[in-house]
């Protein structure tokens, strides 16, 4: 299911609405006497940015019915700028009301009212967090698994005391209808998390896995294959992704992402991923048998029945969601043409290289190498995936393509201008970052 100009619309008009159920819910029935413009317009801002800040709740929920008409990359970024603007929003209400009047500085005041001024003293500083961890995680040093707690707590911290903190000033939430109506909104965005967090591990332990095998590939990468064990395993298909945790619990601050490599006509599981983090640095020393869990499947960076082939542009590690793809169609006997640009720093170590090219044999699949430091010896494409040489490979009928890229940020960023340049509708280019933060 791909994504369109009508479900762009839908599911823009879905937001938008939700974002001001809040504001309806106060405006519903008898309204106070108005007061100044700005104190109105600083109250508005406060109900609408807790609506939006209720909603990144959904966009984190890893719902299925969204994901797969944008692809988890539009619903991450989404996720995060729709996040900075529910932030700004809230932070915009007290500083609007104390600038139209600073009486409204004493709801800081520990001296008239200790609790309330630290509760709003706590969403303050959370609000200023979320943006400085979210933005600059690396650069702050915050590991990936402590980020991800830190950050939902930090989100549910403003959500649920944002909901306190408007049922006690009652201005517009006095009637006790008002106040169950935006106890139930927040309340039930709050219970998604609960869903992701608690329900949703609950259901994995009795699905588990077991790792059969890591074998260690070219580039520096492993590929961790799993197995079911009591069930039939998980559907998917190839280009999706799924979460993992390995250990005897899936209650884990250890959950990442990864994209399949493996078939999905496999009923073994494989995932392959570079040693470059915390997690995937021990995948080296992971024992057969260990066990492991799997959320998923996920995303829609896959090849639909009606494209009449596939033009891949990849960097690195990027290699492993096509490389899905590809053992898929080769399963499938899918022999639609696929063209595949693969850039990497050193042509040793181009991961997967030896079967790329026997897959090369049995489907109609035209395989580009590009090395950025070749040696001597390399007669084929060196430098870096630009729109000339994208250009060059382009098929006669590009427009009845899909495009798909993955890999280091510069190469995608590159690889859509290139592409939006050559005429190719970014309706047809499918982008997988795994850009959490």
């Known amino acids: 299911m791909k994504f369109t100009y009508q479900k762009a619309f839908f599911w823009f008009s879905v937001f938008v609405v939700l974002s001001l159920v809040p504001l309806v819910f106060a405006v519903l029935g008898p309204i106070p006497r108005p007061r100044t413009f700005w104190i109105e317009f600083g109250v508005g801002l406060g109900f609408v940015g807790m609506g939006v800040m209720a909603l990144q709740f959904i966009s984190?929920?890893?719902?299925?019915?969204?994901?797969?008409?944008?692809?988890?990359?539009?619903?991450?970024?989404?996720?995060?700028?729709?996040?900075?603007?529910?932030?700004?929003?809230?932070?915009?209400?007290?500083?609007?009301?104390?600038?139209?009047?600073?009486?409204?500085?004493?709801?800081?005041?520990?001296?008239?009212?200790?609790?309330?001024?630290?509760?709003?003293?706590?969403?303050?500083?959370?609000?200023?967090?979320?943006?400085i961890t979210s933005i600059w995680r690396e650069e702050v040093g915050l590991r990936y698994e402590w980020w991800r707690v830190s950050h939902g707590v930090l989100s549910l911290a403003v959500v649920f005391i944002g909901m306190v903190h408007g049922i006690q000033v009652g201005h517009y939430?006095?009637?006790?209808?008002?106040?169950?109506?935006?106890?139930?909104?927040?309340?039930?965005?709050i219970y998604l998390v609960v869903h992701t967090r608690v329900v949703r591990p609950w259901l994995?332990?009795?699905?588990?896995?077991?790792?059969?095998?890591?074998?260690?590939?070219?580039?520096?990468?492993?590929?961790m294959t799993l197995e079911p064990v009591g069930h039939?395993?998980?559907?998917?298909?190839g280009g999706q992704f799924a979460w993992i945790t390995v250990g005897d619990s899936p209650y884990s601050l250890q959950q990442h992402p990864f994209s399949f490599s493996s078939s999905d006509r496999q009923k073994q599981i494989c995932f392959t991923a570079k040693a470059l983090g915390d997690f995937?640095?021990?995948?080296?020393?992971?024992k057969p048998g260990a066990c492991a869990y799997l959320e998923g499947p996920f995303g829609a960076f896959t090849l639909e029945p009606y494209t009449k082939g596939a033009f891949f542009i990849i960097g690195g590690i990027g290699i492993t969601p096509v490389m899905s793809i590809l053992r898929s169609m080769y399963d499938n006997r899918d022999l639609r043409p696929a063209?595949?640009?693969?850039?990497?720093?050193?042509?040793?170590?181009?991961?997967?290289?030896?079967?790329?090219?026997?897959?090369?044999?049995?489907?109609?699949?035209?395989?580009?190498?590009?090395?950025?430091?070749?040696?001597?010896?390399?007669?084929g494409h060196n430098g870096y995936i630009d729109e000339d040489l994208i250009?060059?490979?382009?098929?006669?009928n590009k427009h009845e393509y899909e495009y798909f890229i993955c890999g280091p940020k510069p190469l995608m960023d590159s690889a859509e201008s290139a592409l939006r340049a050559q005429g190719i509708s970014w309706l047809r280019i499918f982008s997988e970052r795994f850009q959490i933060v």
């Not at 994995?204 to 990468?221: F, L």
């Not at 990497?344 to 035209?366: G, M, P, V």
């Open 339 to 379: 063209i595949l640009l693969y850039g990497n720093n050193d042509e040793h170590e181009i991961t997967f290289d030896e079967e790329l090219e026997e897959l090369s044999h049995f489907l109609d699949l035209k395989i580009v190498h590009v090395i950025q430091e070749p040696g001597e010896s390399w007669e």
């Open 232 to 237: 039939d395993g998980m559907k998917f298909r």
């Open 60 to 131: 984190t929920g890893r719902l299925r019915w969204i994901a797969p008409s944008f692809g988890s990359d539009f619903v991450l970024q989404f996720h995060r700028q729709a996040g900075v603007i529910g932030v700004l929003l809230v932070l915009a209400h007290p500083i609007t009301l104390i600038l139209s009047n600073p009486v409204y500085l004493e709801y800081f005041d520990p001296r008239v009212n200790f609790l309330r001024a630290l509760a709003l003293s706590v969403v303050t500083v959370a609000l200023i967090l979320l943006i």
């Open 173 to 189: 939430l006095g009637p006790f209808w008002k106040q169950g109506l935006w106890a139930g909104v927040l309340l039930g965005a």
């Open 391 to 396: 250009k060059r490979y382009l098929p006669e």
């Open 204 to 223: 994995m332990r009795r699905r588990p896995y077991r790792i059969v095998e890591i074998n260690e590939e070219k580039g520096d990468s492993y590929t």
């Open 280 to 286: 995937t640095s021990t995948w080296e020393d992971m």
